[in-house]
């Protein structure tokens, strides 16, 4: 199946832990992103990388940390998690550069659900 | 901030009912995309309305924009239990509110 897929699905972790989220897209998307989503639902753009490279790159602390070993994959570390990084954190791609993105719609992952304990 | 905004926050309809979500914006755009949300599920691209186009069908869905007003909106006709979901827009850099929770009662 095409898709983009996200693991794990569920993860809960004590604070002060580090931990990482992996996301991989088959569709020959060229841009991918990290999205946050909170309690209420709100989306908020994390990362974006397009070809490996990273291109935005929002007020997000410096225990996140991107890391795109090919255009397919886009993986999320977090170091000394804290409670309040707790939310839904979705993976998605899009077709072509990111100056290109408002052509095409975006395809998400089913999300990964972090709880920090 | 490109970032769309949908309103109501929160809509509650009988099966067969049309429902009707809101989305403004506050600067000018290329696009605008809607979104559905299942509960626990990643977003699921529906549509894309081009800043050129005033209105786009899909299925029972129909998206107006207009671009004096800065907003859009969705409709979908004879809606079902199924289409229970938050429903987002977006604009061009990709930025999401905090949707429309939809709730279609059988």
């Known amino acids: 199946d095409t898709a983009v897929s996200q693991t794990p699905k569920y993860l809960v972790t004590q604070m002060g832990n580090d931990k990482s989220i992996k996301c991989e897209q088959n569709l020959g998307h060229d841009t991918m992103y990290w999205y946050k989503q909170d309690s209420k639902k709100f989306l908020k753009i994390m990362f974006s990388?397009?070809?490996?490279?990273?291109?935005i790159n929002e007020t997000v602390p410096n225990r996140f940390s991107p890391k795109s070993p090919d255009k397919a994959h886009l993986n999320l570390h977090i170091n000394s998690l804290e409670l309040g990084d707790s939310a839904v954190y979705f993976c998605?791609?899009?077709?072509?550069?990111?100056?290109?993105?408002?052509?095409?719609?975006?395809?998400f992952g089913s999300g990964t659900r972090l709880t920090v304990v | 901030s490109q970032q769309g905004e949908e309103d109501p926050q929160a809509l509650s309809i009988q099966e067969g009912e049309n429902a009707t979500m809101n989305c403004s914006y506050k600067?000018?755009?290329?696009?605008l995309q809607w979104y559905r949300q299942n509960s626990g599920r990643g977003l699921v691209h529906l549509i894309l309305?081009?800043?050129?186009?005033r209105e786009k069908h899909s299925g029972r869905l129909r998206v107006t924009l207009d671009t004096s007003k800065k907003s859009s909106s969705l409709l979908i006709t004879a809606s079902r239990a199924a289409d229970t979901a938050s429903y987002f827009c977006?604009?061009?850099?990709?930025?999401f509110g905090a949707g429309t929770r939809l709730t279609v009662k059988p």
């Open positions: 998605a791609s899009s077709q072509g550069a990111l100056r290109d993105r408002h052509l095409y719609g975006y395809t």
């Open positions: 977006a604009t061009g850099d990709m930025r």
């Open positions: 309305i081009r800043s050129n186009e």
């Open positions: 600067t000018s755009i290329n696009n």
């Open positions: 990388y397009n070809n490996k490279e990273l291109i």
